[in-house]
Nanobody, 117 residues
C-alpha cells in the first residue's frame, strides 16, 4: 500500500507561481516503480489529467499546461512535484496526486489551488 499526501496549494493571483508536492508513505518500492500523475478537478467538472512522469523520467502534459507546468520526481524522497508558473484563473481546481503501476492505483486527498484574476 501507498499513502499519498499533497501539499502546497493556496490562493494566488493570476501570473504567479505555486509548487505542489506529493509525498508517499508505505511501500516506497511501489512508488519508485509507478508512473506518477497529477490530475485536477474544478467544481462541476470531471477530473482532468494534467501531467505524468514515468519511472524512467519521461514526462507528458495536457496541452493547456504545456510550457507553464513542470512535473518532477524524487525517488529518494518518495515525492513528486508540480511546478506551476503563469497561473491562470482557469487553473483553479483541486489537484490530486496519483501513483499508477498497472495492478495498483493510489490517490491522495488533493490540495486546493485558487487563482484570482
Amino acid at each position: 500500500q501507498v499513502q499519498l499526501v499533497e501539499s502546497g496549494g493556496g490562493l494566488v493571483q493570476a501570473g504567479e507561481s505555486l509548487t505542489l508536492a506529493c509525498r508517499a508513505t508505505g511501500s516506497t518500492s511501489i512508488f519508485r516503480l509507478s508512473t506518477l500523475n497529477w490530475y485536477r478537478q474544478a467544481p462541476g467538472a470531471q477530473r482532468e489529467f494534467i501531467a505524468s512522469i514515468s519511472r524512467g523520467g519521461t514526462t507528458n502534459y495536457v496541452d493547456s499546461v504545456k510550457g507553464r507546468f513542470t512535473i518532477s520526481r524524487d525517488n529518494t524522497e518518495s515525492a513528486v512535484h508540480l511546478q506551476m508558473n503563469i497561473l491562470k484563473p482557469e487553473d483553479t481546481a483541486r489537484y490530486y496526486c496519483n501513483a499508477n503501476g498497472g495492478a495498483h492505483d493510489f490517490w491522495g486527498q488533493g490540495t486546493q489551488v485558487t487563482v484570482s484574476s
